[in-house]
């Protein structure tokens, strides 16, 4: 569609001003939030715009033939179109939304927000929609007394705490000409990790056993021991335990361990603090895919070594969150935060 | 939409569409419904069989195409007729390109523009059904268009549409009867179709051609009992030329009026007349006043529209079935009155004549010549033989047999020929009652004619000669009378008392319909609104009334169908509630994370006239609520009681 | 529903109480725990008498028992139970592990490396194990009762949150209060008094009770209140997790069974009240991860939710 300039910027301005004083009519929200009548906008839709022109041609054809029949079809499709509105205002009211999750995102990338709706009034509600400002979700049928879904996808332009903003959940049922809404403004935030990026190789901790050998192919974690079987070696005997007069048994190793890393953002001279940020959020989505142990240091914070998703969220939200120290301050040491 | 997911949206468009072609089948062009309904099957077919459907270029030219076509089959693309066609074709085309959901709502916009033109083309009672059966599919269209994944459960989806009309039904209602009507339209409809009714001309045989068909012409409602039989007459054209063969009214004439003193009983009632009735409207004999908007009462006393009216018409009357007049009858109407054409029908002016001559006075002529009818060999029948141009001379000395027309015809010439002025009615006589609508139905096979003769002293005297060969025909009507009147069906009908009885609720059904639904008009409105008490016809009080209306329905609809379900508190919890309140009113409230055993504990230090009370009703309470068996009746009474009856001593706080 | 008290039970809270000094509500939540058939996490700074109360427990309820230390080097197999090789049929034949108890006592659990802890927790669940493609059912009743230390960071491996999951309740016994402390320097040592104390039940009466346990009255107005409470947890946003479907089953059969040691045959809402401490806590965790918090998340949820009427 090609509108005038003016036009977008009107509308622009226009859309600003109704979502500044919808925000200061609603206030934030904390969650669980009951749609009450207050907080539900309805207006018509395009395609209800469309049936008011059709009724207002029927009604003037059957003034003008003095058309009862005619006159009566006009005013039941125009008694229908109430009750749309009444259905799709209703079709909101009471929705409990219980939660709102949202995920971590790299920056550059989308965010996925969760929202979790609850019908607790006893009354189905179809056709639940989700949008933000500019990009829309998905849509959920609510049975009556039972949780529904939504998901949303924000973009996530910078690494930092991103604040939600405001989200709306509409509906359109039944009959689609109408379009009723409301506009949540949770508290929430998306951590927003750097986005992962560079090309440096992966530093190896000091101190990390290199070089010691350990029996069984590139294993070196002791797993337990099971039952000799014809073609084990010798050497992988539990032969400590064969002394105790147990039958023969032999230790096995798993192939999970690696070398433990260490990633310093000090160390990574050379580059600018976004890139090295992102050089270590490359570093420590590669550690954890090849299930190598981590340890991360910023200046200012330090996380201990470890591996597992939640220790790979702390890595990642320590980046997302870093605040490069100011130009007049010497670098605060590490117990500041220890 | 998504490819797939909404076949069956598609399906109820494809039934929409459909639906509105159906009501169109019998006045659209053969080669339209056939090119709507291949254009229909190609869609099936696309949804089905998933057959690829045309693409632009093809569209584009079908609809050019098209659109000649219908250009020249009705020269227009204007009016009814050839929009319809168009409509139809236009929607077929957008049937083929149902692509996203704006075509979906376009194809709703056209089987709902089908409905309407099938509105304004007939409004009988029989296509009521079919109307509503439309603007259903057409809303469960719309429904499914607008959500195509509450379309996959097609039950669900048809009641929500169902339930929205329903519910919408008596907003409809309040608007349809308040909503400000036009007494003129915007802009003129040109309508050409033939009238139906009684015509200004009699020749032999022209009211026998009427009476074959039971086709109702007018409804009459009476406010207190109907006239009796024998006093039906409803006058309708008054002819006083004759040229021996045919009875005439002379158009634009003005006949001269007389000064009428009416006596008799008097009868209020309201007339219905179908439509296409023509100029003549009908009155009881004799009309005094009406409030008949588009008619005039004549000298002559019918009522006469100004403008042929192709629409159904309701007008109030008063009527007089008896009226005199002293005065001297004016001289042009004696001159119009006892005009014969010259040397026609020469026997019978003879012996109209010879009559008179033989008769003291005119009341003594008038009886000879009724005799004559009486006992003179002549029979009552719906299928006389021709008459020759003599036609009086004809009926009277040879053939004998007639129609009401006949004997009017007759009676007049010979009273005329007596030189007495006299003139010939037609119109309606008697009519069928019906118990069930409570009015009197009058068909086409009612059509009657009968004489008026000016008496001194009296004025004008109605004589029905007819009457005087049968009888009968006063009291049964044509049908029961002439074995030969009225289709074979219609008489089964009439001699079968169910089915009459059937037929005859029918009819009220439809009577109904027409007058009330279709016939209400801005008069009617205006009626209804002096009834409600708002004399003054102002647009600011039809708009308080139907925004009150709304308000009442809105309220409604709110309280009936947005009330969520709210549990009521159990008899027990009020019970409970009552005893926690008496307890927080002596000191002692309840956290309302206190459950009845720790609430019990926390009253330890109540005085012990009622904590020892207390606590053992929070315990009873504990057990009837969270026991294993069901509190009884009488347990649930013993327990209020108990609670109403707990004596409390007050205490400033507890804790 | 105020009928008498089993009278074996009552016995069993009488002989607890005097092992386990001034902390009767614990017991309780012990014996409930055994009843609803759930697995009882301890967890409590060394010596305040854990291992003396599973001792006890055992000792009282007259139930095989076997007592695991669990340490980093312990392996599934020691628990289990190891394959042996017979020379006299020249096959592999199964050893039981010390697994193979009515009741377990599973002493610093966290303590063992995860794969051990795993084996035993899902020995917990399924009730029985799988060793070399053969499926060995475990004893009737079967209880671990586990202890942990949660300040000794060192060298221990935190139990992970679904493995938390599988303990009906974790209870803290914390230090006696002064009354107490003084009754126990007076009298005897618990752990001599462990030897004399009778075996009042045996598993068959034990089972018997698990069974009566079962039919308890749980009136609608109750479920509503624990529906209540589950939706809350999950409505909170300052929480990681609401409680989930399993606690809210753990919290049904739970209250039940503390109902029936108070010898009623229907359950309060105060019944709920006395055990969502100990079955919800350690499943509820902060977004802030403050560590301690569990037990105020417990009153907390306590206080936001009304008891239906």
New interface residues.
Partial sequence: MNRPGWWTTLRAVQRRRAAAWIRRRQGAD???VTLQRRRIYILPTR?GL??AL?LL??L??????????????T??????S???M??CH?NL??VRI???DTEPAFAGSQALVHL?LMED???PR??IRVDGDGTTGT?C?LPMHAEGRLELLLATPRRGLMPLGRVRITT??????FRAWTWLHPP?TITVYPAPAGARPMPIAPGARQGTHMHGPDADEW???R??REGDSPRQVAWTVYARG????VKEYSAAGSDDRLFDFAALDGAGTEQRLSQLARWILDAESAGARYALRLPGDRIQTGHGLAHRHRCLAALALYQPPARTTTPEPSHATG | MQPGDDRRARLWLLGAFLGGIMLHLSQLPPWITLGALLCAAWCLAGIVGRVPLPGKRLRGALVAGLTIGVLAAFHTLNGLAAGTALLALMGAMKLLETRT??DG?IVV?VA??L??AA??GN?DLPH?PL?LVQ?WLC?TA??A???P??AAHTRRLAS?SAR??L???????A??LL?P??TG???S?GASRVSTGLSDSMSPGSISELGESSDPVFRVWFQGPPPPPQERYWRGPVLHEFDGYTWRRTPGLQYPAEQLDYTGAVYHYRVRLEPDTGPWWLALDTIRSTDAAGATITPDRQLVARHPVH?PVTYDAVSYTFTRSTDRLNHLTQLLDTALPPRRNPRSVRLAQQLRAAAPDAHAFVTRVLDLFRHGGFSYTLTPPLLDLNSVDDFLFNTRQGFCGHFASAFVTLMRAGGLPARVVTGYQGGEWNPLGGYLLVRRSDAHAWAEIWLQGQGWVRVDPTAVVAPERLRRGALDVLPDAGSASERLMYEITWLNRLHQGWDAANAWWSTR??????HAQSRLLQALGLSARSWQQLGALLTAA?GL??LA??LS??R??RARPHRLARAYALLCARLGSAGFARRPDEGPVTYARSLATAPQAFGAAARQLLERYARLRFGADTPTEAELEQFERDVRGLRLARRSSRR | MNGARAEPLSQVVAALDTIIIGKPQQVRLCLACLLARGHLLIEDVPGVGKTTLAHGLARVLGLSWQRVQFTSDL???DIIG????DRATQQ?QFRQGPLFTQLLLADEVNRASP?TQSALLEAMEERQVSV?RATLKLPEPFFVIATQNPHEQLGTFELPESQLDRFLMRVSLGYPDTQAERRLLAGREPRELLDTLPAVLDAGALLHMQNEVRDVHRAGPLLDYLQQLV?HT??R?DLKLGLSPRAGLGLMRAAPAYAYLDGRHAVLPEDVQAVLPAVATHRLQRRDAVPESGRSIAAELLRAVPVPT
């Avoid at chain 2, 639904?517 to 801005?522: I, K, M, R, S, T």
Wanted: with cysteine.
């Fill in positions: 904390a969650l669980p395609a469309g049936f059709l041609v029927m003037v054809a059957g003034l003008n033939y003095a058309n009862s029949i005619a006159l009566f079809l005013f039941v499709l125009a008694g229908l109430l009750v749309s009444h259905a209703r009211l009471q219980n939660r709102i979790v009034a006893g009354l179809p056709d849509v049928d359109t049922y039944p009959f689609g000409l929430h797993s337990g021991l039952a000799w147990l039958p023969l048994m | 959901r704006r709502y916009a709902l523009c409905l309407l509105c304004l409004q009521a109307y603007a809303v719309l429904a268009t607008a959500h994944q509450a929500l929205s009309l519910l919408a039904l008596p907003l409809a209602m608007m349809f909503f009507r036009l339209g915007f802009w409809v629409d639904l279709v016939g209400y008009d801005f709304l329905w809105l609809v709110t169908f947005n969520l379900p | 392996l599934p197999a190891v394959p042996i090789f592999f794969r070399e939706a999950r409505a946003t």
